[in-house]
């Protein structure tokens, strides 16, 4: 890397993050000419050439609906190199291929279009009000920088199946702070992307990009990251290569792309593409293995057939050319043993190459039907093992139900006899009346015995009375408990369907507002159009002479 300032790495494997100067090129006619017949791509070549020995690391056309001029934008390593170009390549004149106009190149150092501190204070400030944000909220705050047109397969694990991957966008850009997350979405732009990440791409010459949505924890490390990443471009290299180089833009977040609800549903719906992608790869599979069953039938049907000709073929060149046939009175006995023998060495040769076909089918078609057997049996023990496991989980939680189950009612049951004859004693107490003293059986006569008989009779009614009213309750207040119990479980499963019912009423609104937020977008975006369009046909119109009104435009 000898002459090549590059900072610090963005991540292991040669890509590092450099300043870059930005200029802005006017080709014009000499005679004021309109520049139909001129070919861009020529004029490009045409400018590289002049730009020699140095390089533009990108260039492009500006879209303009003007054929006066030509202009483009222009990007080089460093201020040294396009200080130089623009002292060789000024005022410079040349010829267009297949027309006489003569074009003049008029080139001049260009200005970023970076979004200052001021600008995300006063747009959060005021968009803060108008859509309920909370700065105390993240993502609806200046924390989230954009880094647009990165190149995919920079940032991928995979070459054959480019995809970013978050890591590498964390461990880069961790620099400048903490990071809370990290997101991305793949956008392809044309005419936005550097020559040399031009033939990194694809066939047609598109290459893959995307957009890096990154949240820093807090705003000083947003702001140390957007004034970071002012004026610099991404390098590839590696020793013993020449390096490759990538203009990126940076900006704000200002829709909210990385809130918690909006992170959430893109989660959701990224699971899901995932799954109907896995969908669609497995019934492609099945398409192909079928396809590939047909082919193997076809190629084993041919085998067959040239395998058979073969065989007939060896029988011919057995028997020899065909002769006239001989009379039995003709052929000797020696001669009648010779084609015999011939006869049946050809069937022994058709025997073993029919046998030896057959062997190798077999073989073909048990390997394949072994392999299907033990795909089912790993299939069948692993149902079996998860059946079993889910069994013995529910014999264990059964279990411990059924113990609490007991418990608790092996409670109960003590509390209600001790309730039982602790009622069954206040009932006797009551019944037998205050202490007397006891009397001798000499003292005590036949109407008196009679009189304590009936007692205590009318005592053991009472009490069996007072048991069965005691019983009575006691069923009833645990028929009240279970209706209780009954009247929570309706409740609970009632709230449950509500608060699902309000969280797809929130979904539905979110997917909403995201709608009318991109048509005010649109529409925006149609304005600040519709104004630009207007003030460059005013400026056309003022416009007297072609030089007076192209050259302020640099």
């Known amino acids: 890397s000898s002459g090549i300032n590059a900072e610090w790495p963005l991540r292991p494997g040669g890509l590092y993050l450099r300043d870059h100067a930005k200029v802005r090129i006017l080709v014009i006619s000499e005679m004021g000419e309109p520049l139909v017949d001129v070919n861009s791509w020529e004029v490009m070549e045409k400018l590289h050439k002049l730009a020699e020995p140095e390089r533009f690391t990108h260039i492009r056309l500006q879209k303009s609906p003007a054929l006066e001029f030509l202009l483009f934008e222009g990007l080089f390593q460093d201020r040294e190199i396009m200080s130089y170009v623009i002292k060789n390549t000024n005022n410079s004149k040349f010829k267009a291929q297949g027309s006489n106009v003569v074009l003049t190149v008029k080139i001049k150092e260009d200005s970023y279009d970076y979004p200052t501190v001021d600008e995300w204070e ?65 956008c392809v732009e044309d005419g936005e992307l550097g020559d040399d990440i031009t033939a990194l791409g694809n066939q047609f010459g598109i290459p893959l990009t995307f957009n890096a949505y990154i949240q820093y924890q807090n705003y000083a490390h947003f702001k140390a990251a957007m004034s970071g990443l002012k004026g610099k471009q991404l390098m590839r290299l590696f020793p013993g290569q020449k390096p490759t180089f990538s203009p990126f833009v940076v900006d704000y977040e200002r829709n909210g792309f990385l809130t918690d609800k909006k992170h959430r549903l893109r989660k959701l719906e990224r699971e899901r593409l995932a799954e109907e992608a896995k969908r669609k790869h497995e019934a492609y599979m099945r398409q192909q293995n079928e396809l590939m069953k047909k082919q193997l039938e076809k190629r084993q049907r041919k085998k067959r057939k040239m395998e058979e000709k073969k065989l007939e073929d060896a029988k011919r060149k057995a028997k020899g050319p065909k002769r006239k046939k001989k009379n039995k009175s003709d052929i000797g006995h020696s001669e009648m043993k010779q084609i015999e023998n011939l006869e049946d060495e050809c069937k022994q040769v058709a025997a073993k190459l029919l046998k030896g076909i057959m062997l190798k ?96 009779d009318e005592c053991k009614q009472v009490a069996a009375k007072l048991l069965k009213g005691i019983m009575l309750k006691i069923a009833a207040n645990e028929r009240e408990r279970l209706l209780k119990q009954r009247e ?37 975006l149609r304005e600040r159009l519709m104004k630009k369009f207007k003030q460059f046909e005013e400026k056309k119109q003022k416009s007297t002479d072609c030089d007076s009104a192209l050259i302020p435009l640099l």
């Open 122 to 186: 006063t747009y959060f400030k005021t968009i803060n009000g108008k859509r309920n944000w909370s700065e105390c909220h993240p993502g609806e705050r200046a924390d989230t920088v954009i880094i647009k047109n990165l190149p995919t397969k920079w940032y991928s694990l995979d070459s054959n199946n480019p995809k970013p991957c978050e890591r590498f966008l964390r461990d880069a850009f961790a620099l400048y702070g903490t990071i809370r997350k990290v997101d991305y979405e793949d």
């Open 361 to 456: 089918i077999a073989a073909n078609e048990r390997e394949r039907l072994l392999k299907q057997r033990e795909d089912v049996l790993k299939r069948y023990s692993e149902q079996k093992k998860l059946a079993e496991e889910a069994k013995r989980k529910h014999e264990a939680y059964m279990r411990q139900q059924n113990e609490l189950m007991k418990k608790q009612l092996e409670k109960r049951q003590r509390k209600k006899r001790k309730m039982e004859e602790k009622k069954l004693e206040d009932a006797k107490r009551k019944a037998k009346g205050p202490k007397r003293k006891k009397k001798n059986k000499s003292d005590i006569g036949h109407s008196e015995m009679k009189q304590i008989e009936n007692l205590e």
């Open 488 to 524: 929570d479980v309706l409740k609970r499963y009632s709230e449950q369907k509500k608060r699902q019912e309000e969280e797809k009423k929130m979904v539905e609104e979110d997917k909403a507002k995201n709608v009318e937020a991109m048509r005010v977008r649109e529409k925006e």
